[in-house]
């Protein structure tokens, strides 16, 4: 699959983490239970759905915030299995209540695959960055600017 960059990093900061939350049932309940911590099932919602990507609609985020086709094609997916589970449940319901839908398996299924799916092609991007970076000393940046000879 081709990929299409990330135009802003600082978001998929925020998308990959929101991501790998939703494929951990663990993490849900060990964290969103709490009230004394930060995040819980609201925030990883407004960071899919409103701030930093629209996983309603994910296409207008290729090349910004989603890398390939294939991440735009699963975020879509758990796009709509939470708007299934939260058509079930009632938007204002509680977290715990979420987590105990039956169809909550399904938000979890499908976050897995797209986690497992972005967090390949960062390393993948990060591999090649590499790559492209171990030049020869003499064709190196030097703090932040190259030198030609």
Request: hydrophobic fraction near 45%.
């Amino acid at each position: 699959m081709t990929d299409h960059g990330i135009e802003f990093p600082v978001f998929r900061l925020h998308v990959v983490p929101a991501v790998l939350a939703l494929a951990s049932p663990s993490w849900q309940r060990d964290i969103w239970l709490r009230p004394e911590e930060f995040q819980d099932l609201d925030y990883v919602v407004n960071v899919l759905f409103d701030d930093f990507c629209n996983a309603d609609d994910p296409a207008p985020w290729l090349g910004k915030s989603l890398r390939t086709e294939e991440e735009v094609a699963l975020m879509k997916e758990l796009g709509e299995v939470y708007s299934t589970v939260q058509e079930e449940v009632g938007r204002a319901a509680s977290d715990e209540v979420y987590l105990d839908a039956p169809a909550w398996s399904n938000v979890i299924a499908v976050a897995c695959r797209l986690a497992q799916v972005m967090v390949t092609n960062d390393l993948q991007a990060a591999a090649l960055l590499h790559e492209q970076l171990n030049l020869p000393h003499h064709q190196r940046p030097i703090g932040g600017a190259s030198m030609a000879e």
